[in-house]
């Protein structure tokens, strides 16, 4: 609003000079003011509009960086469980789904509950479902059973979600801890053979 009034100001002031000159100074003097008005007038419309693209943004990027206070390191939340149409075999690795509960496992529903997979929204009745909890040193021991994210490896090592959105639709992993003695290099090794960061250990549990 103040760059017009601006812009309506110093075309007034130039009409009054324009009154005393000579007509081709006039022409020129003219061809000047509009070229003046014009660079004017473009300069505000960019600069609103740079300025709403700008706050669109900045919304969008808040939405999409937005976490749960009650989330973990992980971008795990106390409400969140793990599920699987099968049980863990005691080798090699099953996959788990992110799930939120709809129906919570009973004796009334012979003990499966009714989960909704956050990735894709299916919903499933299983019994193989697990809360789980970032690892603490001390959990770090041959035979303990992990969740480990899949999607972020780095030098052939499963390292932990960088993010929400990664987190919550990216792939999850059921496996045995098999071997310790690479902790000091940050990582453990998994039944199937997998290298897994020390950050990127769940502990499930019921």
Request: charged share 25%; proline share 3%.
């Amino acid at each position: 609003m103040k760059n017009i009034i601006l812009i309506f100001s110093s075309i007034t002031f130039c009409i009054f000079l324009m009154a005393g000159c000579s007509s081709d100074s006039r022409n020129i003097l003219g061809d000047t003011i509009a070229g003046k008005v014009t660079d004017a007038a473009i300069d505000t419309v960019t600069t609103k509009s740079t300025e709403q693209t700008s706050t669109t943004k900045k919304s969008k990027q808040a939405s999409a960086d937005y976490v749960p206070s009650d989330a973990d390191a992980h971008f795990i939340q106390p409400a969140d469980y793990f599920i699987s149409q099968n049980d863990f075999p005691g080798q090699g690795y099953i996959w788990v789904n992110l799930a939120k509960v709809i129906t919570p496992p009973s004796a009334k529903t012979k003990n499966e509950g009714q989960f909704m997979i956050v990735e894709s929204g299916k919903e499933l009745w299983t019994k193989y479902f697990w809360k789980s909890r970032i690892a603490s040193k001390s959990e770090i021991k041959i035979g303990k059973l992990i969740i480990a994210f899949d999607n972020n490896k780095t030098d052939d090592v499963y390292c932990a979600p960088e993010n929400k959105e990664d987190a919550r639709t990216g792939s999850w992993f059921m496996a045995k801890i098999t071997d310790t003695t690479d902790t000091y290099k940050g990582y453990v090794m998994v039944s199937g053979g997998y290298k897994v960061s020390l950050d990127n250990i769940r502990i499930p549990f019921k």
